[in-house]
């Protein structure tokens, strides 16, 4: 059935929605992955310079997932930046976005 | 001909930016892995009037990065050792050596003489301090830091909606999130690569030349040879971190505060020396100035965890390193042992005697 009432198995067939229904289709098969990109000495913690990892939502809930997932990332300092823009404040985080981690060098 | 005629030919930078770089002052604070290569490029290029602020001695192991110097200046003062090398390589410069680290109680002085300050230091106390003191003088900063493979630069205090380190971490890390600075390794090319990037970007905010890199943090990845830029903008945040007076500013504690840890100056450790206290250098061995005397123990911070029960006589331990960074961790891994202790940690550690 498709949600205007027309009796159909198949939904991009409807008369009616149709169109819509391909986009509905295509929108939530459409995978919610974010690309995160850890350097310094976060790199190390995580194991892994880059990593695709399913969209938490928001920064604030990527931060507690990453801590739960990665202990060692409780100690450190980091700060993020969605898109290559440094954040201030817990942004939403889209699919496909890029979330670099970034921790203070002092060396010299 | 002069030896500038290669750039005064270059579109858009002429003998205009010729003349402004001849005018123009920089004091680079830290002439080791950064402020080396920094130094060579804005010398060449006939920076008018150049001073190194650095009160750390040439050790072996800074040989590999710190192309000024060579075997025979092991012991000697950075700073000097610079300046007298450069001071027979360009007589057209005036040159300043300045051998003591930058504290609050001398950046004002240094800092409000030069047009633009490189930060090439090595801890986060003094590119806090350097930072704070270059806000509140409204003073160009080229900062630049590495950590193994990877390098960071950028412009602060320049344009219409300048930024500061600050901006982007507002605080500095705890102390436990820092690796020693003997444990962490780097091969020389990196800070060539960052410290002439620095040297670049001081170039052009001094004379006019191309887009320097404000509100842009870039970071740089050796192994892969990738760079990346990130935006970076004011942080209302950040702004109650800094000083708001020379006057706060000089009652700042920049040295790190490991938490739970009793620091002394060296004129309070004097007088404990001599009882029943333990002296103990953590030093690893080849860093300068070795220090002699009666019953000083060395324990490197590298076998501290390993060499636990030689403490077990002494009632009082006295801990010092270079910077007082290692000593506070070595305090701390001690009392977690022998609670019963008295431990100590000698603030700014051989840095602090020095200066």
């Known amino acids: 059935m498709c949600l205007c009432g027309f009796p159909t198995n198949n939904l991009t067939t409807c008369p009616l929605l149709g169109n819509f229904n391909i986009f509905k289709k295509v929108l939530f098969q459409m995978p919610n992955y974010i690309r995160l990109k850890a350097f310094g000495m976060l790199a190390e913690k995580i194991g892994a310079d880059s990593l695709e990892i399913e969209n938490p939502g928001s920064s604030e809930a990527l931060r507690r997932q990453l801590l739960q997932q990665f202990p060692a990332l409780q100690s450190l300092t980091f700060r993020m930046a969605v898109d290559r823009k440094l954040i201030q404040a817990e942004t939403d985080i889209s699919a496909g976005q890029e979330i670099a981690l970034l921790p203070p060098f002092s060396g010299g | ?355």
């Open chain 2, 1 to 355: 001909m002069n030896r500038f005629e290669r750039q005064v030919i270059l579109p858009g930078f002429g003998s205009e930016g010729q003349a402004k770089l001849k005018q123009a002052s920089v004091l680079v604070i830290g002439a080791g892995g950064l402020g080396c290569p920094v130094l060579l490029y804005l010398a060449a290029a006939g920076v008018g009037r150049i001073a190194v602020v650095d009160g750390d001695v040439i050790s072996q192991s800074n040989l590999n990065r710190q192309v000024l110097y060579g075997e025979k200046d092991l012991g000697k003062n950075k700073a000097e050792t610079a300046i007298r090398y450069f001071q027979e390589k360009y007589s057209d410069i005036q040159w300043t050596a300045i051998a003591e680290f930058i504290t609050v109680d001398n950046a004002q002085a240094h800092i409000f003489h030069y047009d633009l300050v490189i930060d090439g230091s090595d801890n986060f106390p003094t590119r806090y301090l350097v930072n704070d003191a270059c806000v509140l003088l409204k003073k160009p900063l080229v900062y630049g830091s590495i950590y193994q493979h990877e390098g960071q630069v950028s412009v602060f205090n320049v344009g219409t909606h300048p930024c500061n380190y600050r901006d982007v971490f507002p605080n500095p890390p705890a102390p436990q999130e820092i690796p020693n600075c003997a444990e962490t390794g780097v091969l020389g090319v990196l800070p060539g690569i960052i410290g002439n990037l620095m040297a670049l970007e001081a170039i052009k905010v001094l004379s006019g030349l191309g887009k320097p890199l404000s509100n842009k943090l870039l970071l740089f990845n050796s192994l892969d040879t990738q760079f990346q830029e990130l935006e970076i903008h004011p942080n209302p945040a950040s702004q109650s971190a800094i000083p708001a007076s020379w006057n706060e500013f000089h009652q700042r504690d920049y040295a790190f505060a490991c938490e739970g840890v009793q620091q002394l100056s060296w004129n309070e450790a004097m007088k404990l020396m001599g009882q029943e206290v333990a002296f103990v250098d953590v030093r690893e061995p080849g860093e300068e100035p070795p220090l002699e005397c009666t019953g000083l123990v060395k324990v490197p911070f590298s076998t501290l965890s390993k060499e636990l029960d030689r403490f077990e006589e002494a009632e009082e331990i006295l801990f010092f390193c270079q910077s007082g960074a290692r000593s506070q961790k070595a305090a701390q891994l001690l009392q977690q042992t022998y609670p019963d202790k008295k431990i100590f940690s000698i603030r700014g550690g051989i840095n602090a005697l020095r200066s």
